[in-house]
């Protein structure tokens, strides 16, 4: 492994939604007096968004679950309406097809009013109480008495928004160091000394400030300068992801009533912005040691399918085409579930701040989150704003084959590669996978591509282009057997099946 | 669509692998214009990936490899100057015979005035099997491993656990261990295989690979690559029964479970499918429910032999031609074609009867395997034809003729025609 | 040396039919395999399977070698008649130290008398030269 040691005025532990957004948002800035803000994220992963940031429903949420005062109150309300811009700049795309609460029965009443009336404390716009008449001009044939509206509830690609995040950072001089498992933090000096933080491979970053993101394991990192009093404990959730062809079933976010304790919001459907249907989650705690145990379950599969056909009555059993399950890191533990508020703050090491108990609503909060943090970081160095920040993408960003015919035809005539189909199921072409390993990061896993560009996500799960990748991968970037992973760790292939060489050529 | 490109067509083939070579040889000899689209860089579809032999006992008495049974109708299409489009995909195909196609650098439309599919089938994933467990590298479905090893020269991995005994999975038993690899087993849910006899034998046999039936996979495990399966033997409702679980090192999982023809064309464009097959719906003539389109070889139904996807294909090809040149009598649904007790579906889904109609012919598969049975074609208590079978099984297709003298018989009963086994 | 007297069963591979027959079969004479009985063939080549696969099973083998130059990176190859099967590993070796330049034709020869097999290998795919 390379050996660098770099020195930062700002490190990120963890290069999920969170700690992304607090990169771009330090990345709009300078330190007062003119000089370059030095900020690194560093992250276990090969890539960004690995972790609970590409695994959950991928819902922007309006603010109606959360007490009044509490930060996840506060910072969801304030990041949604954050998002069109924030998604605007960075091309990422967002739907706001709004959210149905339904009270099913009399019994679920009290609860939905609860909702309500946090909502309005919360400051959450556009609200309505619908009876069952109006709720079907949203939603056709849903049952229920009465249900809550809230417009402001949206659908995102979440992967996609910290990918976007991530790059518009590095594009703006943040550095990411990937494959960097913190293993240790220590202040060799005296108090205001940088941070030492290495990496379990032998790499050191010095830092005079350190911003804990990591999500799962955001107490192990805080254990790491010595805070001992905080837990995590993980809680699975589960889904299925449905095919495309119900594209359009459902028109909004319908949710049941939560009960007091749920640890989520219930097993329900949610569209995707890429036009899926994602059933669940689940929520199990697993086991300690076992954070990033993401394994599908006999029983909760059983579960899901059947909720699948109670809702969606003309399921399919090859509707179903792929499960996954994400964790969220809870402080609090199993015997008492439910739910825990953020906990953003300096902690007693000074220049260290934490972040514990991201869950949801962290992906809607995350640009409210990341200006929080910055003003925390303030305190220690004085930010201006730069007037040479970038803040778009540049260039197309989005899938081509939504795009208008007209405007198709006329880009293909300057990028060829866009008329070339590598992901049939998804009609992604060889130009937008190049653009995908070609990514800003440098990052070249099967999975970045994936998340980059929707290719393997359909309904023949990469039976079509996955071939087509390793290709495209192995004649045009130099790629060997040994070379392909999916995921970190997670090898493609064992060699070649004839040495290249072969024996006596004749 | 509004493409600022048209083009015209009389004829266009969706598909050059087996299904498509056939029919845009035979609708070439029928003298129609025809222009055949492949999706890939060359022309023989699965076909080039499938280089054990056993291809064209039926058609060539001879038992050739997959590519070499391509070679001989690319041979043939060539021979016909027949205009072909290689890596060109179709993105769109609308009910009035529009299709918006995809190459590098150009965005086409092309109206048709007749259309064959034959897209083929993939097959079934991880996804639709819901396994639980991790999702570790080296889980791969057979065909996709075979396109690695054979065209691709890469071994996905050296130890091998296999699902499903479909006829790639045993063949790939085979090919993984010619290479060096290790196949620990094959686990097949159902009580029977789902292969061909022959692959049984010469795949799994000869080289000491076990084969367990009734028992399916219920965990994977592993963080990063595959380091093992669990299986157990499933119970007559194809549940795992507790207590019979193994544990299974492996590095690799190839999937063999099924494949599923590929329609998403069809859907868009409006044609009906069948909830069984997952093809489309068409008479004897092979044509789907919209007029001029056409459906053959694997995107029809998922077939056993490739010698019968050509046949199958040649009788669409023909068709196909027969509509442009507006000789196809077609209309009205006909006489319906049921499967009976026995029979999991039979193809055609109806026919039309002509005056004088030619023989025709009715592909089905039985649902479960039987020793000296009987396949039977009715129409109400009449029985048309009756044929003794030493061996029927659900993973080899029934192909039976219907005499003239048959067809006439049951176009004067004014019934459904049944076929059964037993 | 004792005979056994098994009762053996068989998928004809000869067609696509696949016929399964029940053979019975005395080994370890010293004549070699002697066949007593058989049920299930639909045909005499039935017969004559049987009697090969008791006695010396044959197989037609399919790989594939290495090419230099060519559009693909590999030549599918097999062996142009069947070959016992117990010389299966012996042919696989000599092929594994073969390779080929492009371009090739369906059914050029790599190898003749593979391990002393009476048959050639041959190439069944056409590998045009790399443009």
Known sequence: MTDIDLNYDVLVIGAGVVGCAIARELARHKKTGGERLRVAVVDKEPDVSLGTSSRNSAVVHSGINYAPGTERAVLDVKGNAMMDKLCGELKVPIKRIGKLTVALTEGDLPGLHKQKNQGEANGVPGMELMDNAKMQTIQPGIEGILGLWTPTSAIISSFGLTIALAENAHANGVDFHLNYAVKSIARPGKPGDPFEVRSADGRTCRSALVVNAAGLHCDEVSAMVGITNVKIWACRGEYYVLDKRLDGTLKTLIYPVPGPNDPGLGIHLTPTVDGNILIGPSAVYIPEEDREDYRATSAIMADLRREGLRLLPDLAASDFIRSFAGNRPKQTPPEKGGNADFVIEETSVPGFIHLLGIESPGLTSSPAIALKVKDMIVKHIPLTERTDFVAERPGFIGTFSELPLEQRMDLIKTEPEYGEIICRCEQITKKEIRQAIENPLGVRTMASIKYRARAQMGRCQGGFCTPRIVRMLRDEYGYRPEDFFVRGGAPMFAGNVRSEKGGDAR | MSASKVIERDLVVIGGGPAGLAAAIAAKEAGCDVVLIERDRILGGILNQCIHDGFGLHRFGEALSGPEYAGRFIAQLKGLDVPVLQNTIVLNLSSDRKLLVSRMGELTEIHAKAIVLAMGCRERTRGALSIPGHRPSGVYTAGAAQNFVNMENIMPGKRVCILGSGDIGLIMARRMTLEGAKVEAVFELLPWSSGLPRNIRQCLVDYGIPLYLSTTVVNISGMGRLEGITVATVDDKRQPVAGTEKFFPCDTLLLSVGLIPENELAREAGVALSPITGGALVDADCMTSIPGVFSCGNALHVHDLVDRVSEEAERAGRAAAAFVAGKLSSGGTGVSILPGSGVRYVMPDHMTIPENPEETTLAFRVTTPKRDGVVRAAAGDTILKEEKHPRLHPAEMVWMRLSVEALRELKKSGKALEVSAS | ?131
């Open chain 3, 1 to 131: 040396m004792s005979e056994n007297r098994i009762k053996g069963e068989f998928t004809c591979v000869v067609c696509p039919n696949g016929c399964f027959i029940e053979a019975e079969y005395l080994e370890g004479g010293s004549e070699g395999p002697k066949l007593l009985s058989l049920a299930g063939n639909q045909c005499k080549r039935g017969e004559t399977w049987v009697r090969q696969e008791i006695e010396t099973p044959m197989r037609t083998i399919s790989t594939s070698v290495p090419v230099h130059g060519g559009d693909f990176l590999l030549a599918s190859v097999r062996t142009a008649e069947p070959i016992p099967l117990a010389k299966v590993q012996d042919v696989m070796a000599e092929i594994r130290k073969t390779s080929l330049n492009a371009p090739l034709s369906i059914g050029q020869v790599v190898l003749k008398n593979p391990a002393g097999t009476e048959t050639e290998i041959i190439v069944t795919r056409n590998v045009a030269a790399a443009g």
